[in-house]
């Protein structure tokens, strides 16, 4: 079966020590607690607030091992209000676990967004 699986991650800064550490941290998360490899995923989409720049974040899941998987990034609408500089993923798996077992990860002060769903 085919799932998703979201995750986000509010990094410390516009800095790109901060966006690869963040996106490090998060992804290895979601990959941890959905007891998955690189094998197991199909692709995987990045977005992060208008305000992080300084790097791609793809790049960490690279550094990851994920060099066969589709990655792909964008912005994050500019919402008035919005939390700053946060990165969010979208992962496309193949996995045999039910959708209610899937663990979406939310970290750090990016918890505030899916209160509903983070583990």
Same mark, same amino acid.
């Given at each position: ?50 305000? /992080? ?5 793809? /790049? ?28 969010? /993923? ?22 505030? /967004? ?6």
């Amino acid at each position: 079966m085919v799932r998703a699986i979201r995750g986000a991650i509010q990094v410390e800064g516009n800095d790109r020590d901060a966006i690869l550490s963040g996106v490090t941290e998060l992804v290895s998360e979601v990959m941890e607690r959905n007891s998955l490899t690189t094998d197991d995923v199909i692709s995987v989409i990045f977005t992060a607030t208008p305000d /992080l720049t300084a790097e791609f974040p793809a /790049l960490a899941a690279r550094k990851l091992g994920f060099h066969d998987v589709p990655l792909i990034c964008a912005s994050e609408i500019d919402v008035p209000g919005a939390l700053p500089r946060v990165v969010r /993923l979208m992962a496309h798996v193949e996995t045999g676990k039910p959708r209610q077992e899937i663990q979406h990860v939310y970290l750090r002060g990016a918890v505030a /967004l899916r209160v509903d769903i983070a583990q």
